[in-house]
């Protein structure tokens, strides 16, 4: 197979006039960016050719689609990373280069208090459903394991379902991690037309093998496929794609995207494109292309875990560069808006092959750790750029990872009666339009876990936070890894002890249910006497969560709890409980792959 992605070195002046060169980066992106001249590369099949437009009926014909063009709605590219860290992206970090998607985010918004969830699950189905993750079911620093039953529930309409009604075609590549239990809950079922890539949390990136169930020889099993509907709706997910063992992840989902933009431009070039790049980058294992490491522009990184995860930060960089070339040479970038975000925060332990290594990733100068309540586990990079965009912004309002389903059914005018449930989110379309300043939240909720009695909420410049913020203990401010440092300085339980109290927890709160049914109330995780558990920081003045002023302001202590208790009497009882993988579920049953095993009925 051909790989979508190469690295090459090209001076500044032949950039634009040789074919497969990524265009000049925004004036804005940061000096060292500027200089760069490395540059991501295409296929060679895609070539820049030049049109002359050299009579008056050719200048009427272009005007005349221009208009039409402007008369659809919108293509919308979401981009999503995976455990990238709030210092892993250049407009963000003053060692990692992310030329290219730094050049999109100056091109357009950046938003400095964009907020998912701490964990890549909670996040995922966050923003297809607009709603709280503690109401699904799906709450908590605890993704759905490899096999394990416990899926995004049926009975709501996602934000893919909506588009496609409204005649966007609907594509999704990379990682899926909502659940697959049945054939009902696979992405082709849910909204998409179809769809490349895994079904679980995080794979190998050349094998595709995702361990997390024991099989008789203990390998895990074979997680890559093309799902489709057909022209008769009807859904195929046994398209198992042997032949990408050994290919890179990267190379595979770039030349996916590009087939896509390609097949669309042919085929559908009357109706507007939803394709989601879910990407496993950066999330461990850490592997990539030496090609990709040795990018120049992060040659001043001293650090060896740090520049190798850097290399995977790039490797992603390069690939939204293919893309969206790849979307200008059909005449589509200029019709397309651009979503980036990333899942949760940087992780900065790698488990590979059972050795606790770190990552490389920091979410520095926030506090905390990807699956904790601190700033650092739902804080991430993020922007907005490409049609309509105001340029060269950036809002510092609050904006949560459910408004992206509320903010596109008003933005993309699709239609809101067919919207199965209420939601959490806010339209946050009247501040990407720059026509406000302010956020359209009140407040919103980090998360809400009876298992490991946590929570927390934002009110303003408030932020509260019930219990223990980090079950893994990660509750400290980590600098990126200097020279010569092998691990993050007093970085929480080690992977061992982490396991061993989570399941120890889990274990008390399935016992509790046996007396007593699932507490909804704040009074459960605070009882009288117990104020050392509840925190109180001002974001406008510590938003990197030194001070706890608890004490200083009862009242808000009390009103922020109050909105809490509200909140929790929707709460849903937590179904991702880190329960191994089922015996029906394991892929010694469909020849080594991951595969559906229960019926719609079972479910």
């Known amino acids: 197979m051909a790989k979508a992605v190469v690295y090459e070195n090209k001076s500044a002046e032949t950039e634009g006039n040789e074919s497969g060169v990524v265009s000049k980066q925004n004036a804005a992106v940061e000096e060292k960016e500027k200089k760069s001249s490395s540059r991501c590369s295409k296929l060679n099949r895609f070539l820049i050719g030049l049109v002359a437009v050299v009579s008056i009926t050719a200048i009427v014909l272009i005007c005349w689609h221009f208009l039409r063009k402007r008369d659809k709605k919108p293509h919308v590219l979401l981009l999503i990373a995976d455990d990238l860290g709030w210092a892993d992206v250049g407009w963000h970090s003053s060692d990692i280069s992310t030329p290219y998607l730094t050049g999109l985010a100056k091109d357009g918004i950046i938003l400095r208090q964009f907020y998912s969830q701490p964990i890549c699950t909670a996040s995922r189905a966050a923003l297809f459903t607009g709603r709280y993750p503690f109401k699904l079911g799906l709450q908590g620093s605890r993704p759905i394991l490899a096999g394990a039953p416990g899926s995004l529930p049926l009975d709501m309409k996602l934000l893919p379902e909506l588009m ?14 909502l659940g697959f239990e049945t054939l009902r809950h696979t992405p082709v079922m849910r909204g998409f037309d179809t769809f490349t890539g895994f079904y679980n949390g995080m794979q190998d990136y050349y094998t595709h093998m995702t361990s997390g169930f024991d099989t008789v020889n203990g390998t895990g099993g074979y997680d890559m496929r093309r799902d489709y509907l057909d022209s008769d709706g009807n859904p195929h997910i ?11 992840n990267n190379y595979l989902f770039t030349e996916e995207a590009i087939n896509i933009i390609e097949d669309h431009s042919v085929r559908h070039e009357e109706e507007p494109l ?7 980058n950066p999330h461990s294992p850490i592997q990539v292309p030496d090609e990709f490491v040795n990018f120049q522009d992060n040659s001043n990184i001293e650090n060896s875990f740090r520049k190798t995860y850097a290399g995977l930060v790039y490797a992603m960089d390069c ?5 969206t070339m790849a979307l200008k040479e059909k005449d589509m970038f200029d019709d397309t808006i651009v979503i980036f975000i990333s899942d949760n925060g940087g992780s900065l332990t790698s488990v590979n092959q059972s050795v606790v290594q770190p990552t490389g990733s920091s979410n520095y100068p926030l506090r905390g750790d990807k699956g904790t309540l601190w700033e650092a586990g739902s804080r991430v990079p993020a922007f907005i750029s490409g049609r309509n965009v105001p340029k060269g912004q950036t809002i510092d309002a609050m904006v949560h990872i ?7 059914i008003s933005y993309l005018d699709l239609d809101n009666d067919y919207v199965s449930h209420d939601l959490d989110g806010s339209d946050q379309s009247k501040l990407l339009k720059m026509e406000s300043d302010e956020t359209a939240h009140e407040y919103f909720i980090y998360d809400i876990d009876p298992v490991y009695e946590q929570a ?8 509260l936070i019930l219990g223990a913020p980090a079950a893994n203990e990660v509750d400290g401010w980590y600098q990126p890894l200097k020279k010569g440092q092998t ?10 002890l982490y396991v061993e109290k989570a399941y120890a927890m889990i274990g008390a709160y399935k016992a509790s249910l046996e007396s007593n049914p699932m507490c909804k109330s704040v009074a459960c995780f605070y009882p009288e006497g117990t104020e050392d558990k509840v925190k109180l920081f001002d974001l406008s003045v510590d938003q990197y969560e030194f001070n706890n002023v608890a004490s200083q302001h009862p009242d808000t202590v009390r009103r922020l709890l109050d909105i809490l208790d509200k909140e929790m009497l929707e709460m849903v009882p937590p179904v991702n409980l880190l329960d191994g993988g089922v015996a029906d579920a394991s892929p010694n049953h469909f020849n080594g792959t991951w595969m559906p095993w229960m019926d719609a009925s079972d479910s």
Do not use: C, E, F
């Open 164 to 177: 496609k009604k409204d005649g966007y075609k609907t594509h999704l590549v990379g990682k899926w991690h």
């Open 238 to 248: 046994d398209n198992i794609l042997w032949g990408a063992n050994n290919t890179y």
């Open 274 to 280: 939803l394709l989601v790049m879910s990407y496993p």
């Open 319 to 323: 690939s939204v560069a293919n893309i």
């Open 402 to 408: 459910t408004d992206i389903y509320p903010t596109l």
């Open 456 to 463: 927390a909420i934002r009110y303003g410049k408030w932020k």
């Open 487 to 496: 691990a993050y300085q007093d970085s929480g339980l080690p992977m061992k």
